[in-house]
């Protein structure tokens, strides 16, 4: 049973460039959870999603930051005209339904985005 | 929302037990989550707490205080593979998504 997928494992982008980050969630899991990570800091909530259903952005900043998890394929991250302090690494995580409880959290390996 | 403190840092020798605080303000309680993350890589599931006591799971174990609000994690029979990062983690009361600790950095040498 695969985990979570995602790619690339590393990016570099140019400032103004996009950056598109995919997670595939394991298994059996139909809920999708993006978080940021900086050097020497905590993971960063950034956004829950199901499958074609966004059930909460607050962690994302408003502009230039969209997430999706289409019905077929990979939930993508997209970061629009990137800046050096998107610098991060960015991880996603999945879970089966959590509707009525908490439900552990499975991390993929991450997308390490570096902004030149 | 919550508010998560544990230290930054720790160092232990091989063989010896080490226990890692976390300490939390909450608007609500739905369990502490520890995990583990090792350089460059994804955390792990370690545990998960919502009642108040020791769970022990071999060489760890983790402990949940919820009218101290206090929670920490016991590692035994330290082993150089050890050394990482220990994520604290609880959601608020009318959520399900965890704020995250900024992590104890554990280090442990021969």
């Known amino acids: 049973n695969a985990g979570v997928m995602q790619n690339p494992r590393h990016l570099v982008r140019r400032r103004g460039q996009e950056a598109r980050l995919r997670c595939s969630p394991m298994k059996g899991h139909s809920h999708v959870y993006w978080y940021r990570q900086l050097p020497e800091e905590g993971l960063k909530f950034m956004v829950y999603?199901?499958?074609?259903?966004?059930?909460?952005e607050s962690g994302m900043p408003k502009e230039r930051f969209s997430a999706e998890f289409p019905k077929e394929g990979p939930s993508i991250l997209r970061i629009q005209q990137v800046v050096r302090g998107d610098s991060a690494a960015y991880f996603c995580?999945?879970?089966?339904?959590?509707?009525?409880?908490?439900?552990?959290?499975?991390f993929g390996p991450g997308t390490r985005l570096l902004v030149l | 929302g919550q508010n998560i403190d544990q230290p930054t840092e720790m160092t232990a020798t091989e063989g010896a037990i080490v226990q890692i605080n976390c300490t939390y303000q909450t608007s609500g309680f739905n369990g502490l989550f520890w995990y583990q993350q090792h350089a460059g890589e994804a955390p792990t599931f370690l545990s998960y707490n919502v009642l108040d006591g020791l769970e022990e799971k071999g060489r760890f174990s983790s402990f949940l205080s919820r009218s101290k609000g206090y929670s920490y994690l016991l590692l035994k029979e330290l082993q150089m593979k050890d050394s990482a990062s220990y994520l604290c983690?609880?959601?608020?009361?009318?959520?399900?998504?965890?704020?995250f600790g900024r992590g104890t950095s554990l280090i442990v040498h021969p």
């Open positions: 995580a999945s879970s089966p339904v959590s509707d009525i409880a908490v439900e552990t959290q499975y």
């Open positions: 999603l199901q499958k074609e259903n966004i059930i909460d």
């Open positions: 983690a609880a959601p608020s009361g009318g959520s399900y998504i965890p704020t």
